[in-house]
C-alpha cells in the first residue's frame, strides 16, 4: 500500500515565479491591478490540490524578520532587489486566496520557508508519510531521501509531467549525494542568497573534489594532495568563508514550529469561498475547474453561464424551404454576424462545411455544406453568394478574414466588412494574451464557450475533423459561435468609444481587413529550382564546417545539442579560461547556455565562429530554403502567408505560417533567398517600395526638434548629421565608422537605449556611451524632452497613445523597481513611434489598394515586410503603378518633415530591393 503523501509549497518562490512568468506582457484586469501573481500562484495551488490530491498540504512564507543567518552573516541576501511594488501589492490577495482554499498557511519569524519545509519533511518521514517539496530551490536537495522528493513544475507551464527530483537524480546529474549538497553550495556558493563561497570554486570544481573527498571536512583534512595550486591556495587562503558558507546553508531540519501534521490534512475546497474571489480578480476561466474537482457547493454562486440547449433559440436548417425562408430573412437586414465552420485552419487547404448566421441575441441559424441528401452545396451557396457580396448589407464576425478566405474558395468575394470583434477586444486591451472568441466570451459576457475539444478530441493522431461529428453538434457549436460574436460586438462598440479608438477601428482596421484579405489570397510566386539548387549548396556548406568544428574540438559530437555543445567549449576546451572570460550560467536543466548571445561573447575563438556560421547556414536552410517550398498551395501553386491585427501591442503587423516577415536582408546568404521570390507570370515583375528612415522622421514630427526637422528637410543624410553633432565634426569630415555608430545611437534612441545598452552595441564602456547621448541631447534637445514628456504622460494616465491615438498599457511606468520600470519607460517611449510609423504604413496600403482597385488594374500588393510593401505588376503597368505607389505613401500622413520612399523594380524581390 502506498504512503499517504505530504505536499509542502514553497510559496515565497511561487509568488516570485508567478509574477516573473508574466513579466513580458502582465495580466492586468479591467480595474487596472496587475494579478500576474496572483493568477500564477491560483493556477499552481489547483493543480496540485485537483491534479495530485495530496493528503496532507501546506504552503510556507517566508518573513520579511531577519533570520539566524543574517544575524552569522550581515550581507546574507543583502543583494537581491527590492521586491516590485505591483507584486507586493498582490501579497494580501495570495493570503486570502490560500485562506480560501482552506490550505494551511506557515510560517515563523527568524526562519526562512526552506527551514520550515526541510522540518515538516523530516517529521512526516519519522511518521511514514511521503513528502513532495514543491520549489526549485536547489537547496531543498541535501534533505532528499526515499521518503522525501522535489516536485519541480514550473507555474504556468500547463499540465505537463513534472520532473521529481530524488537521490538517484541528484546522483545522476551531479554524481553527489543529498549530505554532501551543503559542502557543494558552501564551495560554490550562491549568487542569489549572496552566499560567499570560495573564490574560483565552480560547479564543477565543487563536483569533482566532493566526489573525491567526500566533505569539506575531507578536503581540508588532504588539502596537501590537491596538485592544482590555485585551487589548492584559494581552498587554503578561504578556510573561514567556507565553512561560514557552509554553516549558511544548511537548513535547520527542526525548527520549532508547533503544528501537528494532521492540521495539514487537505481541505474539502468549498466553490463559495473561491468564486466571489476568482470573479473579483477576473479569474473566471478558473471557475469551471472548480467544478470539474467537484469542489464542494450548495448552488456554485456565480459561475459561468454556458449552452443550454433548452434556452438558446438555435436553428439547423437543412431543407430547401428553410433556406429560402433564412436568404430572404438575411436579405431585410442592413448587418448580420455570420461564421463558418471547416475542416481545418488552414485557408488553403481547408474546406468550408457550414455557415451560421446571427442578427438578435440568443438566436442563430446554421446552414450545413456537407448534406448533399437534404441540401446540396450548391444550392446553399446560390442562396447566399448574392447576399454576401452585396456590400450594401454589413457584415461581423470573429476572425471574419479567415471566414471571408474560406467564402473565397467557394466563388464568394465578400464585400461589406463592417465588425470584427477580434480586432476590437485588441484595440481595447492590446496587451491581452489571447483575443480568440473563447477568451473575448469570458472576459465580456463571464460565457464559457462549448469547447471544440467536444467536438473533435484533443490533438493528436485520434482528432477528428469537423466532417465526422454529428450536424446537430457542429449546428449548436456554430450557431453559439455566431450569438456570442454577436453579444461581443454590442458590448465592444461602447468599450471602443469609451477608450477612444472607434476611429482607428473604424478608419484604419477595419479597411485594412480588406487589404490583408486580398494580399492573402494573391499570396507569392516561388522559384523552386532555385531554392533546390540553394539547399544543396548549403548542405554542402554546413557540412564542411561541421568536419571543421569537428577538427578544432578534437572529437565529433552532436552541434545541434546545446548540452553536447555546452561540455564541449566549457569543460573540454574551456574557452573561456583561453580568452579570461567567465563561463556562462547553466540552464534549468543543469546545462551550459548556447544561445547565440551567450556564444557572441566567446567569438575570438576559432570554433565559437565556425558554430555560429554554422547554426546561421542549417537555419537558413531549414527555416527557408527547405520549408518555404512544401508550402505552397497545391490548390494556387504560390505560398500563402496569414498577417496579424492582433499580435503586436504597438500595432504593427505580423506574419505567420510562414512568416515571411523574418526573411533575411542582412547577410549574403540571407538575401539571396529574397531572389526565390519572382512574379507569377514571364512579363510580370516585383516593386519594392521602402521607407526611408520612417521611424526617424516620425520622432522628428513627435518631438518637434527643429534640427532634426531641418536635416531631413535639407535631404541630409540623418546618420551623417547626427555623427558630425555628437563627434564634433563637420559633415564632410564624417569617417564611416562614425556614421556607423550614429546610426546605432539614432535607432537606439527610439528604444529607449540606455549608456548599457549603447556600450554593448558599439563594444565602448558606459561612460563614452553616456558622453555620446549627452551630446546628441544637446544637439536634438527636443528629443529628450519629448521622452521626458512622454513618461510624465505614462507615468499619470498608465498609457502612451500613437499619432492615431492607438492606446498602449504600461502599468509597470510607475514601479519601484528600477528595472521594471525602466523597460516600461523604453515600451513608453518606443510604443509612440513605432506604433505611429506602424498607423502610417497601413494608411499608405489602404490608400494603395483602393487606388488600384478604382483604377482596374491587375497589380497586386503581395508582401507587407514593416517599412516595405512588395508588388508584383504586369509589365505594362509599372510605369504607372511606381508614381502611384510613392505618392500614396509619401501623403499617407502629414507630416512636418518629408516622407521619403526608395520604389525598386526587378525580376525578384532582391533585385527589387
Known amino acids: 500500500m502506498a504512503p499517504p503523501r505530504l505536499f509542502l509549497i514553497d510559496g515565497s518562490a511561487l509568488y516570485y515565479r508567478s509574477y516573473f512568468a508574466f513579466i513580458r506582457n502582465p495580466l492586468i484586469n479591467s480595474k487596472g491591478e496587475n494579478t500576474s501573481a496572483t493568477y500564477g500562484f491560483t493556477t499552481y495551488l489547483m493543480r496540485i490540490l485537483f491534479d495530485e490530491k495530496p493528503d496532507y498540504l501546506a504552503v510556507v512564507f517566508d518573513t520579511k524578520e531577519p533570520t539566524f543567518r543574517h544575524h552569522k552573516y550581515a550581507p546574507y541576501k543583502a543583494t537581491r532587489e527590492k521586491m516590485p511594488e505591483e507584486m507586493a501589492a498582490q501579497y494580501p490577495r495570495i493570503v486570502e486566496l490560500?485562506?480560501?482554499?482552506?490550505?494551511?498557511?506557515?510560517?515563523?519569524?527568524?526562519?526562512?520557508?526552506?527551514?520550515?519545509?526541510?522540518?515538516?519533511?523530516?517529521?512526516?518521514?519519522?511518521?511514514?508519510?511521503?513528502?513532495?517539496?514543491?520549489?526549485?530551490?536547489?537547496?531543498?536537495?541535501?534533505?532528499?531521501?526515499?521518503?522525501?522528493?522535489?516536485?519541480?513544475?514550473?507555474?504556468?507551464?500547463?499540465?505537463?509531467?513534472?520532473?521529481?527530483?530524488?537521490?538517484a537524480h541528484l546522483q545522476q546529474e551531479l554524481g553527489l549525494r543529498p549530505e554532501q549538497v551543503i559542502d557543494y553550495l558552501a564551495l560554490m556558493g550562491d549568487k542569489s542568497d549572496n552566499v560567499p563561497g570560495v573564490p574560483k570554486v565552480g560547479e564543477k570544481t565543487a563536483r569533482e573534489l566532493l566526489q573525491q573527498y567526500g566533505s569539506v571536512a575531507g578536503i581540508y583534512a588532504n588539502l596537501d594532495k590537491i596538485s592544482k595550486k590555485a585551487i589548492h591556495d584559494t581552498l587554503a587562503e578561504n578556510r573561514r568563508l567556507a565553512e561560514l558558507s557552509r554553516e549558511l546553508v544548511t537548513l535547520d531540519t527542526d525548527a520549532p514550529l508547533e503544528i501537528d501534521l494532521e492540521a495539514l490534512r487537505r481541505p474539502a475546497v468549498e466553490a463559495e469561498k473561491l468564486v466571489p474571489l476568482f470573479e473579483h480578480l477576473e479569474f473566471r476561466s478558473l471557475i469551471p475547474r472548480l467544478r470539474e474537482a467537484g469542489a464542494q457547493s450548495a448552488a456554485m454562486p456565480s459561475l459561468q453561464t454556458q449552452f443550454d440547449a433548452q434556452k438558446q433559440n438555435y436553428h439547423l436548417v437543412n431543407t430547401p424551404g428553410a433556406l429560402q425562408t433564412l436568404a430572404e430573412q438575411l436579405r431585410r437586414r442592413d448587418f448580420f454576424i455570420f461564421d463558418t465552420e471547416t475542416?481545418?485552419?488552414?485557408?488553403?487547404?481547408?474546406?468550408?462545411?457550414?455557415?451560421?448566421?446571427?442578427?438578435?441575441k440568443g438566436e442563430a441559424y446554421y446552414v450545413p455544406l456537407n448534406d448533399p441528401a437534404n441540401l446540396p452545396a450548391q444550392a446553399v451557396i446560390a442562396a447566399f453568394k448574392p447576399l454576401f457580396e452585396n456590400p450594401q448589407i454589413k457584415k461581423g464576425g470573429q476572425n471574419i478574414k479567415f471566414d471571408a478566405l474560406m467564402l473565397y474558395q467557394h466563388g464568394i468575394e465578400l464585400q461589406g466588412i463592417d465588425f470584427d470583434t477580434m480586432i476590437a477586444g485588441y484595440l481595447i486591451s492590446p496587451g491581452a494574451r489571447q483575443n480568440n472568441l473563447d477568451a473575448l466570451a469570458e472576459k465580456y459576457l463571464n460565457y464559457k464557450m462549448i469547447p471544440i475539444e467536444e467536438l473533435i478530441g484533443k490533438k493528436g493522431k485520434g482528432q477528428k475533423t469537423m466532417l465526422d461529428v454529428p450536424v446537430e453538434q457542429v449546428s449548436a457549436y456554430s450557431c453559439e459561435d455566431a450569438d456570442i460574436t454577436l453579444q461581443l460586438k454590442l458590448m465592444l462598440e461602447e468599450k471602443l468609444r469609451e477608450t477612444g479608438a472607434e476611429e482607428l477601428f473604424r478608419e484604419v482596421e477595419m479597411p485594412l481587413v480588406e487589404v490583408l484579405l486580398h494580399v492573402e489570397k494573391s499570396g507569392v510566386s516561388l522559384d523552386v529550382p532555385f531554392l533546390q539548387e540553394m539547399s544543396a549548396r548549403l548542405g554542402e556548406n554546413a557540412e564542411r564546417l561541421q568536419k571543421e568544428i569537428y577538427q578544432l574540438a578534437g572529437e565529433e559530437f552532436?552541434?545541434?545539442?546545446?548540452?553536447?555543445?555546452?561540455?564541449?567549449?566549457?569543460?573540454?576546451?574551456?574557452?573561456?579560461?583561453?580568452?579570461?572570460?567567465?563561463?556562462?550560467?547553466?540552464?534549468?536543466?543543469?546545462?551550459?547556455?548556447?544561445?547565440?548571445?551567450?556564444?557572441?561573447?566567446?567569438?575570438?575563438?576559432?570554433?565559437?565562429?565556425?558554430?555560429?556560421?554554422?547554426?546561421?547556414?542549417?537555419?537558413?536552410?531549414s527555416t527557408y530554403v527547405d520549408a518555404l517550398p512544401a508550402l505552397i498551395s497545391p490548390r494556387t501553386g504560390r505560398l500563402h502567408t496569414s498577417f496579424n491585427q492582433t499580435i503586436a501591442a504597438t500595432g504593427r503587423l505580423s506574419s505567420s505560417d510562414p512568416n515571411l516577415q523574418n526573411i533575411p536582408i542582412r547577410g549574403e546568404v540571407g538575401r539571396e533567398i529574397r531572389k526565390a521570390f519572382i512574379p507569377g507570370a514571364?512579363?510580370?515583375?516585383?516593386?519594392?517600395?521602402?521607407?526611408?528612415?520612417?521611424?526617424?522622421?516620425?520622432?522628428?514630427?513627435?518631438?518637434?526638434?527643429?534640427?532634426?526637422?531641418?536635416?531631413?528637410?535639407?535631404?541630409?543624410?540623418?546618420?551623417?548629421?547626427?555623427?558630425?553633432?555628437?563627434?564634433?565634426?563637420?559633415?564632410?569630415?564624417?569617417?564611416?565608422?562614425?556614421?556607423?555608430?550614429?546610426?546605432?545611437?539614432?535607432?537606439?534612441?527610439?528604444?529607449?537605449?540606455?549608456?548599457?545598452?549603447?556600450?554593448?552595441?558599439?563594444?565602448?564602456?558606459?561612460?563614452?556611451?553616456?558622453?555620446?547621448?549627452?551630446?546628441?541631447?544637446?544637439?536634438?534637445?527636443?528629443?529628450?524632452?519629448?521622452?521626458?514628456?512622454?513618461?510624465?504622460?505614462?507615468?499619470?494616465?498608465?498609457?502612451?497613445?500613437?499619432?492615431?491615438?492607438?492606446?498602449?498599457?504600461?502599468?509597470?511606468?510607475?514601479?519601484?523597481?528600477?528595472?521594471?520600470?525602466?523597460?516600461?519607460?523604453?515600451?513608453?517611449?518606443?510604443?509612440?513611434?513605432?506604433?505611429?510609423?506602424?498607423?502610417?504604413?497601413?494608411?499608405?496600403?489602404?490608400?494603395?489598394?483602393?487606388?488600384?482597385?478604382?483604377?482596374?488594374?491587375?497589380?497586386?500588393?503581395?508582401?507587407?515586410?514593416?517599412?516595405?510593401?512588395?508588388?508584383?505588376?504586369?509589365?505594362?503597368?509599372?510605369?504607372?503603378?511606381?508614381?502611384?505607389?510613392?505618392?500614396?505613401?509619401?501623403?499617407?500622413?502629414?507630416?512636418?518633415?518629408?516622407?521619403?520612399?526608395?520604389?525598386?523594380?526587378?525580376k525578384n524581390w532582391l533585385e527589387a530591393h
Open 343 to 360: 475542416t481545418g485552419l488552414e485557408t488553403f487547404n481547408a474546406e468550408v462545411i457550414g455557415i451560421s448566421f446571427a442578427w438578435e
Open 682 to 906: 514571364p512579363d510580370h515583375y516585383i516593386l519594392s517600395a521602402d521607407y526611408s528612415q520612417v521611424e526617424l522622421r516620425v520622432m522628428a514630427h513627435i518631438s518637434g526638434d527643429e534640427a532634426l526637422k531641418e536635416a531631413f528637410a535639407r535631404g541630409e543624410d540623418i546618420h551623417s548629421t547626427t555623427a558630425a553633432a555628437i563627434f564634433d565634426v563637420s559633415l564632410n569630415q564624417v569617417t564611416p565608422e562614425q556614421r556607423r555608430k550614429a546610426k546605432e545611437v539614432n535607432f537606439g534612441i527610439i528604444y529607449g537605449i540606455s549608456r548599457f545598452g549603447l556600450a554593448d552595441r558599439l563594444g565602448i564602456s558606459p561612460d563614452e556611451a553616456e558622453e555620446i547621448i549627452r551630446h546628441y541631447f544637446i544637439r536634438f534637445p527636443k528629443v529628450n524632452q519629448y521622452m521626458i514628456d512622454t513618461i510624465a504622460f505614462a507615468r499619470q494616465n498608465k498609457y502612451v497613445t500613437t499619432l492615431l491615438n492607438r492606446r498602449r498599457y504600461v502599468p509597470e511606468i510607475a514601479d519601484k523597481n528600477a528595472a521594471i520600470r525602466q523597460n516600461a519607460e523604453r515600451v513608453a517611449i518606443n510604443t509612440t513611434i513605432q506604433g505611429s510609423a506602424a498607423d502610417l504604413i497601413k494608411i499608405a496600403m489602404i490608400d494603395i489598394y483602393k487606388e488600384i482597385k478604382s483604377r482596374k488594374l491587375h497589380s497586386q500588393m503581395i508582401l507587407q515586410v514593416h517599412d516595405e510593401l512588395v508588388f508584383e505588376a504586369p509589365e505594362n503597368e509599372v510605369d504607372m503603378l511606381k508614381p502611384l505607389i510613392k505618392e500614396k505613401m509619401e501623403s499617407a500622413m502629414q507630416l512636418s518633415v518629408p516622407l521619403k520612399v526608395d520604389v525598386g523594380v526587378g
Open 558 to 621: 552532436n552541434t545541434n545539442s546545446p548540452q553536447q555543445l555546452g561540455v564541449i567549449l566549457f569543460d573540454k576546451l574551456e574557452i573561456h579560461r583561453e580568452l579570461n572570460k567567465r563561463k556562462p550560467a547553466r540552464t534549468a536543466t543543469g546545462q551550459y547556455s548556447t544561445t547565440e548571445a551567450i556564444l557572441l561573447r566567446y567569438s575570438e575563438h576559432p570554433v565559437v565562429n565556425k558554430i555560429l556560421e554554422y547554426r546561421k547556414l542549417a537555419k537558413l536552410k
Open 98 to 167: 490560500t485562506e480560501a482554499f482552506g490550505v494551511a498557511r506557515l510560517e515563523k519569524a527568524g526562519y526562512e520557508a526552506d527551514d520550515l519545509i526541510a522540518t515538516l519533511a523530516k517529521r512526516a518521514e519519522r511518521q511514514g508519510i511521503e513528502t513532495y517539496m514543491a520549489t526549485g530551490d536547489k537547496d531543498m536537495m541535501q534533505v532528499l531521501s526515499p521518503m522525501i522528493k522535489m516536485f519541480n513544475m514550473r507555474p504556468g507551464a500547463g499540465k505537463d509531467s513534472p520532473e521529481i527530483i530524488d537521490a
